[in-house]
């Protein structure tokens, strides 16, 4: 099809082809040909011809993300973002690519991420660090040695100690993602874990232990999103981008008004009424997941819950695919795969499941249909940033 960009601002846009890259442990490839592997999949998944990208949305890789990135590709897209907001970065990315397709400022973009971040340490191409740097805002915590995990377990403590919220009720998040990760096989870790082991592991910053703590790995993804009148060429239904929101909250952790409260509670809102939907609508959910306190303070932010009472949400199994609010269904970024950025992630998990594509991981409603109406929601930083997409069939 060779549709030109319109200036309606009322096309509806879709979902219309997500993959992933070679993920686990990757040892030979290089970034650039992980997001290359992953667009050739997502484009063929689609059905579409590569001609019809004319836009392009990547960060984390290059000098000029992602001007690179699309040179690699063999792309001159008409319409770029390189939003960099951490983990958060490839749900604001959405909204903004979906805001554009429906302005008619573009057709079709490809969301594509790569990374190596696991062999690149095992190889010593790269070491671990504490921060992100050392200037500006960040300068008044760094030399105390304040790194990322030990914000977000602070963030935790506080939770606990506003709301008795325990750390059997953080592990069962563990617990929970590790059973949805059994069921699909692209998974790096699969074997099932008790409340137990989580507690029992190495500490890494108090309170989280090890299984506390994401994975680290290799792995890309892509997402394409394309407007309406590309659909009837797909290979796949598509499925439709009903609302988004973004918003970001603070870098300097003296500058957050409160701790138990992430960006999601905003980015959430708008993207719910946006779409027209209510939290209790919603079958799935795909939450950002680096630590176990994301999962289960994103969702009492998203309204799955109330303020406060995310632990006595999380530890009734509800996560499960077979649960009240199946979360996380591929395994999250717990069990897994996590190459850094993950948002991209949740947008690859949430259509394959709304599409009825993961065979024996695949969630259904109680009366054995599937899932109509699916979130995706990523954080940036610690807790700085946030984008919420809500997806439909």
């Known amino acids: 099809m060779a549709a030109t960009a319109s200036r309606s601002t009322s096309r509806k846009v879709a979902v219309v082809g997500v993959a992933l890259s070679d ?19 997502a484009l063929a998944d689609s059905g579409l011809g590569r001609e019809v990208i004319d836009g392009i949305a990547s960060a984390g890789l290059g000098t000029l993300a992602p001007v690179e990135v699309a040179e690699y590709l063999g792309l001159k897209p008409r319409w770029v973002d390189s939003t960099s907001v951490g983990g958060a970065t490839w749900e604001v990315m959405a909204a903004h690519a979906a805001e554009a397709i429906a302005a008619g400022r573009a057709n079709a973009v490809l969301l594509v991420y790569g990374s190596t971040a696991r062999a690149d340490i095992k190889a010593k191409r790269r070491t671990s660090n504490l921060s992100f740097g050392a200037r500006g805002p960040l300068q008044f915590e760094v030399p105390y040695g304040h790194s990322l995990i030990a914000k977000y377990a602070m963030a935790a403590r506080r939770h606990m100690h506003e709301y008795g919220t325990t750390l059997e009720q953080l592990a069962s998040v ?17 074997d099932p874990i008790t409340v137990d082991d989580v507690l029992s592991g190495p500490m890494i910053a108090d309170p989280f232990t090890k299984l506390h703590c994401c994975i680290r790995s290799d792995g890309g993804c892509a997402v394409l999103l394309a407007a309406e009148e590309y659909v009837p ?28 409260v992430s960006p999601a509670a905003v980015s959430g809102r708008l993207a719910f009424e946006r779409a027209g ?49 199946p979360t996380n269904t591929d395994g999250g970024g717990l069990s897994a795969q996590h190459p850094g950025m993950r948002g991209l992630f ?43 997409v809500v997806l439909g069939r």
Not at 301 to 316: H, W
Not at 364 to 381: I, K, N, Q, W, Y
Request: overall charge negative; aromatic content about 8%.
């Open 23 to 41: 993920c686990g442990r990757v040892d030979e490839a290089t970034p650039y040909a992980l997001h290359a592997q992953a667009a050739r999949n």
């Open 174 to 190: 563990a617990v929970q993602a590790r059973a949805n990760a059994a069921a699909n096989p692209d998974a790096m870790f699969r």
């Open 233 to 260: 060429d797909c290979a796949s239904d598509p499925i439709w981008v009903l609302g988004a929101g973004e918003h970001v909250s603070h870098t300097t952790m003296s500058e957050w008004d409160d701790f138990t």
């Open 277 to 325: 939907v209510r939290p209790a609508d919603i079958d799935i959910a795909q939450i950002y997941d680096a630590f176990t306190y994301m999962t289960m303070v994103t969702l009492e932010d998203l309204g799955f819950c109330a303020k406060g009472e995310g632990g006595a949400f999380v530890e009734k199994g509800r996560l499960l695919r077979d649960g009240d609010l």
């Open 346 to 388: 949740l947008l690859v998990e949430a259509v394959r499941q709304l599409r009825g594509e993961s065979g024996e991981a695949q969630v259904r409603r109680p009366d054995g249909t599937l899932p109509e109406l699916a979130v995706a929601s990523g954080t940036g930083g610690w807790f700085c940033s946030s984008g919420t």
